[in-house]
């Protein structure tokens, strides 16, 4: 499985650079890659999120991506090039909100290690300082602890509780609502 997570050098795509990890935006010759790595993780990911596991629908996020209101972010592995998670902004609203709202997921086998904290440091930078937005809110499920984690080590505070919030995997879920504004946000890695 190693060898098919594997992706091609990172090139013009890159968008940050981590001690190791990088940031880069999707594009169609990680399909293969991609989908091994949502596939090794559906166990994982259940009842959490469901990214995409077929071709059809790599192809439509990456369409996705080509609009105003979404940046697809993949997070690799420096060493070895691997995706080792996934960061969605969507719903970008500009004006006088400039704010996003933040979706995430790690590939089973690279949890545990912070690389998913260097990651998740690194869109803070692209979103706050590349995309100049205010403010993003991720939604998360309460029972979802390494999520939670995740976001309270960046420093995002809960805001409140949605029931029903998102349907994930055919069900609505409850979320809570994380945000953090750019004036709260304490970088840990050097630009």
Not at 67 to 81: H, I, K, N, P
Not at 124 to 129: A, E, K, N
Not at 153 to 164: D, K, Q, T, W
């Amino acid at each position: 499985m190693e060898q098919m997570r594997k992706l091609a050098p990172v090139n013009q795509h890159l968008l940050a650079r981590g001690p190791r990890v990088v940031l880069r935006a999707p594009r169609a010759e990680d399909q293969e890659a991609f989908l091994a790595a949502t596939r090794a993780s559906r166990r994982f990911h259940r009842p959490w999120v469901a990214p995409a596991t077929t071709p059809e629908a790599f192809r439509a996020y990456l369409r996705r991506n080509e609009g105003d209101d979404f940046e697809a972010l993949l997070a690799c592995e420096r060493e070895s090039d691997s995706i080792i998670g996934a960061f969605n902004l969507s719903q970008i609203f500009r004006g006088g909100f400039q704010n996003a709202y933040l979706g995430y997921w790690a590939v089973h086998g690279f949890q545990g290690r912070g690389l998913m904290s260097e990651a998740l440091q690194l869109v803070l930078g692209y979103t706050f300082r590349t995309l100049k937005l205010h403010r993003v809110e991720a939604n998360i499920q309460p029972g979802n602890a390494a999520s939670r984690a995740l976001v309270l080590r960046a420093g995002f505070r809960m805001e409140g509780f949605s029931p029903r919030y998102l349907k994930v995997a055919g069900r609505w879920r409850d979320h809570e609502r994380w945000a953090l504004c750019r004036e709260d946000w304490r970088p840990t890695l050097s630009r």
